[in-house]
């Protein structure tokens, strides 16, 4: 039985553009858990300051962490301001900027998670929000990946899809969404093929609705229900 639920993410996780305002995939998930919940999802935010937001949280007993993985390239997108001011020169980081350097920090990060959580018996469970599921479905190769790998608890990561894609948002292009890789685009060449917005499951900006928000819920209890 869970009794307290803790969420990590960004805006699709704090609930943005939820129009029924109830606390989106988090709020609807704890209600079906019969839980009590703390949201720490905020838009902008990097994977790395949402797990510090985590680690300053008290534990509770039979409880249950998610984590909505956003941007990777979060760190070079001027817009957002997670690790610096205004005058923060994107142009620079793109100079130094390592695909692979950002893949082996993700695949750090959700390992000290995981042993976190499981140290401090919190379940676990891990997903990509919309971004390349590649970072973490163990399809990304790099030197030593086959020894890096097995250092994760497949149990507790979801590899068969993102939250976009299961809500039908593979072909969105709009808002945050889209332009927090942009200039990853513009310099690796890898462009996006989005041409349009879903909007039985999301906003004209790219969130997530209402109506995503409950779906996206109800499959992340059939997975926790399933596995415990």
Not at 3 to 27: I, K, N, P
Request: hydrophobic letters at 30%; aromatic letters at 14%; glycine letters at 8%.
């Amino acid at each position: 039985m869970v009794t307290h639920l803790y969420a990590l993410g960004c805006s699709w996780t704090e609930g943005t553009d939820d129009e029924y305002r109830l606390g989106g995939w988090v709020g609807r998930l704890a209600d079906k858990l019969g839980c009590e919940y703390t949201n720490l999802g905020g838009q902008g935010d990097s994977n790395w300051l949402q797990y510090l937001s985590f680690l300053k949280q008290p534990i509770h007993k039979d409880s249950i962490a998610v984590w909505g993985l956003t941007a990777f390239s979060r760190l070079i997108n001027s817009k957002f301001q997670t690790i610096s001011n205004d005058k923060f020169d994107s142009n620079f980081m793109l100079k130094y900027y390592s695909d692979q350097a950002v893949q082996y920090q993700t695949l750090v990060m959700i390992h000290s998670w995981q042993t976190y959580c499981k140290q401090h018996n919190i379940d676990n469970l891990i997903f990509v929000s919309f971004d390349d599921l590649k970072r973490i479905d163990g399809t990304y190769n790099f030197p030593n990946s086959n020894h890096v790998y097995p250092l994760l608890d497949y149990s507790k990561i979801i590899t068969g899809t993102t939250m976009r894609n299961y809500l039908d948002g593979a072909k969105n292009q709009c808002g945050e969404v889209n332009e927090s890789l942009s200039n990853v685009h513009k310099k690796y060449g890898r462009q996006t093929n989005k041409d349009r917005v879903n909007l039985k499951y999301f906003s004209r900006d790219g969130h997530p609705n209402a109506d995503g928000y409950n779906l996206w819920a109800e499959y992340l209890l059939e997975r926790i229900t399933n596995e415990n």
